[in-house]
């Protein structure tokens, strides 16, 4: 079974500052990957995937990731952070063959101050 | 858009009572999902459906059931609440295999006291 370790719980950063959170998961032979988002008081919605082809994967709101195979990370990354990406981030990894669920990582909550 | 319907934002239950949570799909989903969220857990798989009456256990299905009687509907069922299961229950959708992204309804919180 599928496993998804997101290393830091909490990450803290400044208004306009460089962000990464990190996502690391276990090895199958191929996989679907996920990033989503949860804003306060909300369900999650799907900010970017990785399906197959280029590994850097573009999202909404500016976000990209970038899939490593050899070291079986998809890291998530925005250049510029606001105050309205203040939320909690999921990673999220399914097998690429046939029928599988989800397996989501514990979150990473994003506290964007000013 | 899909939208995904929860019932419910907020219940309060007794210990003991059983309690219905209802989600709604209006996209043709194949698939419907229910997952608890809790802190520090993320989230974690209690069943899923990939078709009308069909059913299968997630991670953690102990204590809980479900019915799909219709491709837009799928009900998680508490047979007898306890107090472990106050969470946060998020019901999902998607089309088609695993590289379908998830569609999720808003989320219902449960207390149960």
């Known amino acids: 079974a599928q496993s998804v370790t997101q290393l830091d719980s909490q990450v803290p950063v400044f208004e306009e500052a460089p962000v990464e959170l990190r996502c690391n998961y276990s090895?199958?032979?191929?996989?679907?990957l996920f990033w989503y988002v949860q804003y306060p008081n909300q369900g999650l919605q799907l900010l970017l995937k990785?399906?197959?082809?280029?590994?850097l994967v573009k999202g909404i709101n500016g976000f990209e990731a970038e899939f490593n195979k050899s070291q079986t990370s998809f890291h998530l990354r925005k250049p510029s952070v606001h105050i309205s990406d203040t939320a909690e981030y999921f990673c999220?990894?399914?097998?690429?063959?046939?029928?599988?669920?989800?397996?989501f990582g514990k979150g990473t909550m994003l506290l964007v101050s000013p | 858009d899909v939208k995904v319907t929860q019932s419910s934002r907020y219940l309060v239950k007794r210990t003991g009572e059983k309690v219905f949570l209802e989600c709604v799909q209006d996209?043709?989903?194949?698939?419907m999902f229910w997952y608890r969220q809790d802190p520090g857990l993320g989230l974690r798989l209690i069943y899923f459906?990939?078709?009308?009456?069909?059913?299968e256990k997630g991670d953690i299905p102990e204590g809980y059931s479900v019915s799909r009687e219709k491709k837009e509907r799928f009900s998680l069922i508490l047979e007898s609440a306890s107090t472990n299961q106050t969470s946060m229950y998020l019901c999902?959708?998607?089309?088609?295999?695993?590289?379908?992204?998830?569609?999720f309804g808003n989320g219902t919180r449960l207390t149960v006291t």
């Open positions: 999902a959708s998607s089309s088609g295999t695993g590289n379908s992204p998830l569609h």
């Open positions: 996209m043709d989903h194949e698939n």
């Open positions: 459906s990939y078709d009308v009456k069909m059913k």
């Open positions: 090895s199958s032979v191929s996989v679907y």
């Open positions: 999220a990894v399914s097998e690429g063959s046939g029928y599988s669920t989800l397996t």
């Open positions: 990785y399906l197959s082809g280029s590994t």
